[in-house]
Every structure is written in structure tokens, then in C-alpha cells.
């Protein structure tokens, strides 16, 4: 399904989801909503940090990835990352990327923003945040998905403030109808994948990819956009030719 606007300019189509009146969802709707939930809590040193930040924005860069968003049509794209849940998350707002044109200005935002996140490992604060992008009102979206990456399991400690807990998140997101998909670096916590499995993830074709150190990171952020972009039509068949 194409989005009613697809013959309009990238930055048109910002301005239809900004100006969108706030008590109605009836405006257009993109293609797909995609927000990147990135870790940054206290496992992730400040290299790794800078690290994860120049490959995703590589990674939107990438012609494969823009050949990718070019076949899914219209694609907004944010991304938020998180840390400790009792402090605010780092939110990039909505970019629209129209037939693959686009996506420069979030790369270059992703990339140049600097660390303000730290903290215990609230994943459930991540996706809580990235959720709420998704929930804006002047947001509307034939698929919604939240690519979450991250290096340890939910922090669970005794006499903290109030935090929004994973497993809340993750009712959220199936009452939405979004897809968390997961990519984890599991070289410090065997098994992280398969917590991710269990713990994270929801929805329609939601899977996770597993990386055992940083530098494999760069490649597996790409190849999890290709499959979270594409049509799930076009992606089924690419899984099949594998």
C-alpha cells in the first residue's frame, strides 16, 4: 500500500505529519514508522557509543538501505537512546524519507548528537519512548516499528523512583500493533538473544539478530533495516532466496 502523498517532496511530507491538527488522525498515512531505540545505559562506554551512532548513520546511508526505502515508498524515521529510566531519553525527531531521498539529515543528526544518556539498562524506557513517537497524533502509519538495540538484560534493583517496566512496554507496543524487532551484542551476557526472544520483542514477523561483538555491529544494524524496511511481501521472498 502506497501513502496518498507519495508524489509529494520529502520535506512536504515533514510538513503534512508536523501540522497534522492534533486531535485527528485522518491526514495521510506513511508507509512505514520506524524508530531506532538505541542503548545507551552504563554497559556502553562513550567509543561505543560514537561507535553505534557512525554506524547506523552509515548505515542510512548505505545504497542498499536507500534502495530499500525507495521500494517500501514513504518512510518516517526517528530514533530515541535510551539509558536509565529515571532520566529522559534522547529523542530525534520524525524525518521523512520519500522514495529514498531523505535520510542524509537524519543520518547527519544521529551522528552528531551528543551523549547525554547513561545509567542502569531500562529497556522497557526505551521502548516506552519510542512508542510514544509512534503515538503522536499526527502520526499515522500502514506499519509501525521499533528496532531496538542493546548489551544486557532489564535492570531490576530495589528502592528506585518509578520507572516504566519492560514488560508494560511490551504490552503497549502488542495493544499498538507495533513490530519490536532486536538486535543484541551478546559478547558480555551469554544468551542475551534469546532473552530478547522471550522478554522483548512483539508482533507480526518480529525477530532478532545477534551480534557477538562491535565490530560485527555495523553490518548486522544494516541488514536488520533492510528486512525492517522492505515490503514484508519483498522481504519474505529475499528470507526465502537465503
Not at 112 to 135: E, Q, Y
Request: proline share 5%; hydrophobic share 50%; glycine share 10%.
Amino acid at each position: 500500500m502506497r501513502a496518498p502523498f507519495a508524489h509529494l517532496p520529502a520535506l512536504g511530507c515533514a510538513l503534512l505529519l508536523s501540522a497534522a491538527p492534533p486531535t485527528s488522525r485522518a491526514g495521510p498515512c506513511v508507509d512505514l514508522a520506524l524508530v531506532l531505540a538505541v542503548d545507551g545505559s552504563g554497559s556502553i562506554t562513550d567509543a561505543e557509543f560514537a561507535f553505534q551512532q557512525d554506524a547506523i548513520a552509515a548505515a542510512l546511508r548505505a545504497p542498499d538501505v536507500r534502495r530499500a526505502m525507495h521500494e517500501a515508498g514513504v518512510v518516517a524515521l526517528g530514533a530515541v537512546f535510551w539509558g536509565d529510566g529515571e532520566f529522559p531519553v534522547q529523542a530525534i525527531g520524525w524525518h521523512v524519507v520519500l522514495r529514498g531521498a531523505g535520510g542524509e539529515a537524519l543520518a547527519s543528526r544521529i551522528e552528531n548528537t551528543p551523549r547525554l544518556v547513561f545509567g542502569n539498562t531500562d529497556i522497557g524506557n526505551g521502548l516506552w519512548s519510542a512508542l510514544d513517537m509512534l503515538a503522536e497524533p499526527a502520526m499515522c502509519a500502514v506499519r509501525s516499528v521499533v528496532n531496538v538495540s542493546g548489551d544486557g538484560i532489564e535492570t531490576i534493583a530495589p528502592k528506585r523512583r518509578r520507572v516504566v517496566s519492560l514488560p508494560a512496554a511490551r504490552e503497549r507496543a502488542m495493544t499498538m500493533g507495533v513490530t519490536v524487532n532486536a538486535l543484541t551484542v551478546s559478547n558480555d551476557v551469554p544468551g542475551l538473544a534469546s532473552y530478547y526472544a522471550g522478554s522483548v520483542i512483539a508482533g507480526r514477523g518480529a525477530f532478532v539478530m545477534d551480534v557477538r561483538n562491535n565490530d560485527d555491529f555495523a553490518a548486522a544494524i544494516k541488514r536488520k533495516l533492510i528486512r525492517e524496511i522492505l515490503p514484508q511481501s519483498v522481504a519474505s521472498l529475499g528470507d526465502g532466496a537465503r
